[in-house]
């Protein structure tokens, strides 16, 4: 079975500080790997998705296959980027079925 | 993009009594998902409600517990039959909607 692991509850950095927040995971198959974003009192949103290969808001990440990651990068955080972030998989081929990690809370301090 | 009205947002019931959640789309969407969010852990897939049939659920989830109806393409109800407290969550809807999922606000339920 399919799993994500997000090693960090919390991740706290000032601002224009680089920032990563780590997803690992694992499948035996072609995952497509997703990050979503839930700001204070709104609801999860899509960030980006691998399979783009576009930056969003200055976040990148990168599938890994070797190393089996899909870390979020971003090389100067601002305030607003504070929000719980979650990396979810979906099975390569299949519908619209996600496995979640348990989300990384980041803090960006003034 | 898809706009989901999820209701209700909170609730607090009692142990025993069963709950319904509606879900209600902007759009036609062919697949409806429902998680669960237990404090301080993931977001748990329930079931796919597909308009039209029965719904799918997933390892640890039975109909009885946690039937489904999806009458059309636009709505959805999930309900929480005979709670306990263990069922204390947030469930949240989701469509599928050009190749990426759009969430309701969620329903944040307390089981006393």
């Known amino acids: 079975a399919q799993r994500v692991t997000q090693p960090e509850k919390l991740l706290s950095v000032f601002k224009g500080a680089p920032v990563e927040l780590k997803c690992n995971y694992s499948?035996?198959?072609?995952?497509?790997l997703f990050w979503y974003v839930q700001y204070s009192r709104q609801r999860l949103q899509l960030l980006l998705r691998?399979?783009s290969r576009e930056s969003i808001k200055g976040f990148t990440a990168d599938l890994n296959k070797g190393e089996t990651s899909f870390h979020l990068k971003k090389p100067f955080a601002q305030e607003e980027d504070s929000a719980m972030y979650y990396c979810?998989?979906?099975?390569?081929?299949?519908?619209?079925?996600?496995?979640f990690g348990k989300g990384t809370l980041l803090t960006v301090n003034p | 993009s898809a706009v989901i009205s999820q209701k209700p947002s909170r609730d607090i019931c009692q142990r025993g009594t069963s709950l319904t959640i509606q879900c209600q789309v902007d759009?036609?969407?062919?697949?409806m998902f429902w998680y669960r969010q237990q404090p301080g852990q993931s977001l748990t897939l329930i079931a796919t409600?597909?308009?039209?049939?029965?719904?799918?659920?997933e390892s640890g989830f039975v109909i009885d517990k946690f039937p489904i109806s999806r009458p059309n393409l636009t709505f959805s109800t999930l309900t929480v039959s005979n709670m306990s407290p263990e069922d204390s969550s947030i469930y949240l809807c989701?469509?599928?909607?050009?190749?990426?999922?759009?969430f309701g606000s969620g329903t944040q339920l307390s089981v006393l």
């Open positions: 989701s469509v599928e909607d050009r190749e990426q999922l759009f």
């Open positions: 499948y035996s198959g072609s995952p497509e």
């Open positions: 691998h399979i």
């Open positions: 979810a998989l979906k099975k390569g081929g299949s519908n619209y079925k996600l496995t």
């Open positions: 759009s036609q969407v062919t697949m």
């Open positions: 409600a597909n308009q039209g049939s029965e719904a799918t659920y």
